[in-house]
């Protein structure tokens, strides 16, 4: 199976939400599934792609300010990921969905596979837009 998991922030940065899709990521490599990671990096200029622990790995500029929020740039090329692996998964997973770009790589992947998504609250995850009251209203928002 083809997963795809789209987070704010992920190894080697340090975090409770970094350290578990890494395990999640990890795991799912070690059991045969072709697992793609796709990251926010505010250090980078222009998409980067590498391999850790079996999992493969995009990550994708973005701006942070104060290291929250996570903005795609680029995000016309976002729609369009550099990689058959990302563009042909099965199962999209995403995390931290207050994040604007694990939000948007949800909507950008949406037709081209099953949606699992996990919110992961925090402070940030308190705004009103971003807090979805039901399973179905925060299906409507993905659509």
Do not use: C
């Amino acid at each position: 199976m083809r997963i795809l998991l789209a987070t704010p922030s992920y190894y080697p940065n340090i975090g409770g939400v970094e350290y578990v899709v890494k395990s999640i990521a990890e795991r799912l490599a070690a059991l045969g599934h072709e697992t793609t990671v796709v990251t926010g990096d505010p250090k980078a200029d222009k998409p980067r792609e590498e391999e850790i622990s079996g999992v493969y790995v995009i990550r994708w500029p973005t701006w942070a300010p104060s290291g929250a929020y996570h903005i795609p740039r680029m995000r016309s090329q976002l729609e369009k990921l550099p990689t058959d692996t990302a563009r042909g998964a099965d199962v999209v997973h995403v995390h931290n969905v207050h994040s604007i770009f694990t939000t948007y790589a949800a909507l950008a992947l949406k037709a081209t596979a099953k949606l699992v998504v996990t919110p992961t609250a925090t402070e940030q995850a308190t705004q009103p837009a971003t807090v979805w009251t039901s399973r179905e209203e925060g299906r409507e928002e993905l659509r």
